[in-house]
């Protein structure tokens, strides 16, 4: 059994000492992998540590909600040393952020992540060398203390009060992101219907459009609001923004700071994600992208764990038209529910997954690829594709990775390090419960 790393400094999970050490073990190896794939990608005339460079410029952000254990519509089994406040969960996420050196940013969900003082909060952040990402709005749930119930929906409710009162609650997240330094409001709604009928569908959006004006309107100059659509769940007959149209028309009527925000996971089976994500490009609405995996549904599974393929499909649209027209990387954020792992874990092992697909888009010969899609030839233009993909860019990514002050092995380095342990022991238990959370 490996000994338990010492408890490091306050403000940064681990040392960067302890990390040195954990590298030191691994470097001679990783040196000798990296330098085999850059012969074997230089014969085609791929410069290696230009990938690299490319790597090394990736980030994306963590939400709170995924470092602790998620649950189903039945049942969630907690782990010992999960976080309980916004506090802890900053740990957690700077774990990760040490560690894998890609996700420096924090995205926030209140009332959930709710403190007394955000600015307080943001030092808290740098502290750990962490930003935060955009802010959430929970309108889904009611919550303590509130005077109108969003059962029944909450910017498209038909009551106009219960509307009234999700417009003050992102209002208020609009005015917590402009302390914390955020740059985006993320909205997804509940809304819809379980019974043909219940709703008009018309009139519904409009009050979702009219309602959502308004947030729209207090946002500052510098500021997106994206667009979270989602086909069904908890509404399973409609859902007002079920799908890219819907937010497509929703970002559209609202204005240029309005963007679509598509979540892996929040589409029909065997919809061509890819090709939406090409599509809202095409016309500036891409705003963001929320990163899991599914088999089923909605699952929230870990990022590359069911299809590593769509994911790398998903990279050569964004790495296409980042090519064809440059401009605002969008807003890159893992969203996952992890039921039976540990939620650290699954983020490094997530993050790893997306910088690898990152990667490969990377080594995809642009110009074979358009040359046979001109010539109409759509095994050479599959081929340009799969060569990139079969490529095992581990190296390139833990190389990336140790250069910029992190762990060549984060799993290992992780488990040898006790922090699960260790934080069983230093905070309260967290209570059983029913539902994500």
């Known amino acids: 059994m490996r000994q338990i790393l010492e408890e490091p400094l306050a403000d940064k999970p681990f040392l ?4 040195a050490d954990h590298n030191a073990r691994h470097i001679a190896a990783l040196t000798d992998e990296y330098e085999a794939l850059g ?88 502290t750990y060398g962490l930003g935060f990402d955009a802010v959430n709005s929970n309108t889904f749930q009611d919550q303590p203390g509130a005077e109108h119930s969003y059962r029944s929906g ?4 038909a009551d106009a009060a219960v509307r ?21 409001l993320t909205v997804w709604v509940g809304d819809g219907s379980n019974f043909p009928g219940q709703q ?16 729209y309107s207090r946002l500052p100059d510098d500021w997106q609001l994206l667009l979270e659509h989602k086909m069904f769940e908890p509404a399973f007959y409609s859902t007002i923004i079920s799908d890219w149209g819907s937010s497509l028309m929703a970002a559209q009527e609202l204005g240029p700071k309005a963007k679509c925000l ?63 027209v440059p401009g605002p990387t969008p807003a890159y954020m893992i969203d996952q529910s992890h039921n039976v792992t540990d939620p650290i874990e699954s983020l490094l092992s997530s993050t790893e997954s997306i910088v690898s697909a990152f990667a490969k888009a990377a080594l995809i010969d642009r110009d074979a690829l358009h040359d046979a899609q001109d010539r109409d030839d759509p095994m050479m233009a599959f081929q340009a594709l799969r060569r990139a993909y079969r490529v095992d860019v581990s190296a390139i990514v833990a190389m990336a990775r140790m250069e910029a002050g992190g762990a060549i092995d984060v799993l290992e380095f992780y488990r040898d390090s006790g922090w699960r342990a260790r934080k069983a022991q230093e905070r309260k238990p967290v209570g059983l419960g029913a539902g994500i959370v």
Not at 16 to 19: R, S
Request: hydrophobic share 40%; with cysteine.
């Open 16 to 19: 960067p000492e302890q990390i």
């Open 262 to 324: 598509v979540d892996l996971g929040h589409h029909a089976p065997n919809v061509n994600i890819e090709q939406i994500v090409a599509r809202l490009h095409r016309v500036g609405r891409l705003g963001g992208f929320h990163f899991n995996d599914s088999k089923y549904g909605d699952d929230d599974l870990d990022s590359g764990s069911i299809n590593p393929h769509q994911l790398f499909l998903v990279f050569n649209e964004l790495a296409e038209a980042e090519a064809r």
């Open 164 to 184: 009234a009162q999700a417009i003050r609650h992102n209002i208020d997240c609009i005015e917590i992101g402009k302390t914390l330094g955020s740059k985006a």
């Open 39 to 126: 012969r074997a990608l230089g014969r085609r005339g791929i410069d290696i540590d230009g990938v690299k460079a490319k790597v090394s410029g990736f980030s994306l952000a963590l939400p709170t909600w995924a470092t602790g254990r998620g649950g189903t519509r039945f049942a969630k089994f907690p782990i010992p040393g999960e976080p309980t406040n916004i506090h802890e969960k900053l740990a957690d996420c700077a774990v990760v952020q040490q560690l894998s050196r890609a996700a420096p940013r924090v995205s926030l969900h209140f009332p959930w992540d709710g403190a007394s003082d955000y600015a307080a909060l943001r030092e808290e952040a740098e």
């Open 200 to 215: 008009d569908f018309t009139r519904a959006l409009d009050r979702y459009i009219e309602a959502t004006s308004e947030i």
């Open 154 to 157: 909450s910017l498209g409710a």
